[in-house]
């Protein structure tokens, strides 16, 4: 059961969160002429701002590379967008660690579940930002370098709060420790949450459009898809698989296999039928490429990536242990910049 935050939507939380910013005082949503929350809080305009792009730098660097090539008006925006999922996805835990921070960064966006040793202290965690979310929208953010960044995304660009609300729940639900029962599960949470932030993007960049929307709804459930399949040897280190359970039965492969790094063929056809349905998707995303306007190309520059993984688990025959497989790829920032400059995705 989530934790339940005191007072109205949009008046002050009264308890606060071990581990989570202070929100004790809060400043007025619109206190006066010149006056904004950053300035209030004490950090500079710059400093929130610098605050998240340097957090997306340390934790999610394929989303830092291609914010970078945003249109400079909405860079900062970008930035406090998927700062954000990071706050959401890697959550700094203090509680029974003794200081020590604890943080996991693979394939850009690692799930709250590795990090939080007690269920309790994600709920309370996402309840802290559903709170946040919410006083976002009634101008009285809490002293956060990226609330503050993503109030004034808001407020710029009148993002829609169904969107980012979208994503702290479907976190919420995915604190428990299951297998997706089967693909369409895994795609579900994608949709919730990688999707979300494309739709985000897409506003940020002035693009309504519906077949924007289409490309952005595909391209947010390959990267769902290609999250699951590179966290995979994490996650078996830590003697859990998320893979869906109807592929894996499909092909008689047990958890138990995966935990064993059995390279076996009816493994590796797991593998392969996963990552076909990203490629799929992707497919689907392209197709609507000579309808999407170009000044939506640059929110969907992931794809990049993305490709670039299903290309290299093709070549290593679908072995999801492969050392290859967990290696940086040194050229991505060329590889992004070339398809930016070609205006493709």
């Known amino acids: ?95 029974f660690r003794s200081q020590v921070w604890i943080w996991h960064c693979l394939a850009s966006h690692a799930v709250v579940k590795d990090l939080v040793s007690e269920k309790t202290i994600g709920l309370m965690r996402m309840q802290f930002w559903k709170k946040t979310v919410d006083d976002i929208y009634c101008d009285n953010p809490p002293h956060q370098p990226v609330a503050i960044e993503l109030w004034k995304a808001v407020k710029k660009h009148n993002l829609t709060k169904r969107w980012l609300m979208k994503i702290v729940d479907e976190r919420e639900k995915n604190l428990d420790d299951k297998a997706y029962r089967n693909i369409q599960e ?48 994490y996650h078996g280190s830590r003697r859990r698989v998320f893979l869906p359970m109807d592929i894996c039965m499909l092909h008689g492969v047990s958890q138990e296999d995966f935990l064993r790094k059995n390279r076996d063929k009816n493994v590796r056809d797991v593998i392969y ?29 992931q794809t990049v990536a993305l490709e670039d993984y299903l290309k290299k688990i ?20 060329l590889s992004l910049y070339i398809r930016s400059w070609r205006k493709r995705y």
Request: contains cysteine.
């Open 186 to 233: 895994l795609e579900s949470y994608a949709e919730n949450t990688q999707s979300s932030l494309l739709y985000l993007t897409l506003e940020i960049l002035g693009i309504k459009d519906l077949h924007a929307d289409h490309a952005a709804s595909h391209i947010g459930k390959a990267q769902g898809i290609v999250t699951c399949l590179r966290a995979m040897p």
């Open 314 to 333: 093709q070549q290593v025959d679908f072995d999801i242990f492969h050392p290859s497989l967990q290696q940086k790829n040194t050229l991505l920032p």
């Open 1 to 95: 059961m989530a934790v339940s935050a005191p007072g109205s939507a949009c008046g002050p939380l009264r308890l606060g969160v071990p581990g989570l910013w202070a929100r004790g005082r809060r400043v007025p949503g619109l206190a006066g002429p010149g006056r904004n929350v950053a300035a209030a809080s004490g950090l500079g305009a710059s400093g929130t701002d610098a605050y998240c792009m340097e957090l997306l730098r340390k934790r999610d660097y394929e989303s830092y590379l291609c914010s970078l090539l945003l249109p400079a008006e909405s860079r900062s925006s970008a930035f406090a967008l998927r700062a954000f999922n990071v706050e959401l996805a890697q959550p700094r835990v203090r509680q």
């Open 273 to 301: 039928d996963i990552a076909s349905q990203a490629h799929l998707h992707l497919k689907h995303a392209r197709s609507f490429h000579k309808s999407v306007p170009v000044k939506a190309f640059p929110a969907f520059l």
